[in-house]
């Protein structure tokens, strides 16, 4: 019998290096995808605060028109 369970010992260390470079590659692949979603969501804030101003001071510039 000994044989018999070393033998089964050993196939899944064979296989969990596959396993863990899998997961591994899972890992990266989203940390990847979190990194880009981060850096996208970053640029569009950044590309709203832009266009939130341009707003704010066209609407400044019609206040003090109208008011002057």
């Not at 000994?2 to 260390?13: F, N, T, V």
């Not at 863990?20 to 692949?29: D, I």
């Not at 569009?44 to 008011?67: H, I």
């Amino acid at each position: 019998m000994d044989p018999g369970a070393g033998a089964r010992k050993e196939r899944p260390k064979t296989r969990e290096p596959a396993a863990r470079l899998e997961k591994a590659k899972q890992r990266s692949a989203q940390q990847e995808l979190k990194q880009r979603q981060r850096a996208e969501i970053y640029a569009l804030n950044r590309v709203m605060t832009e266009l939130e101003q341009q707003q704010f001071d066209s609407f400044c510039k019609q206040m003090q028109g109208s008011g002057e």
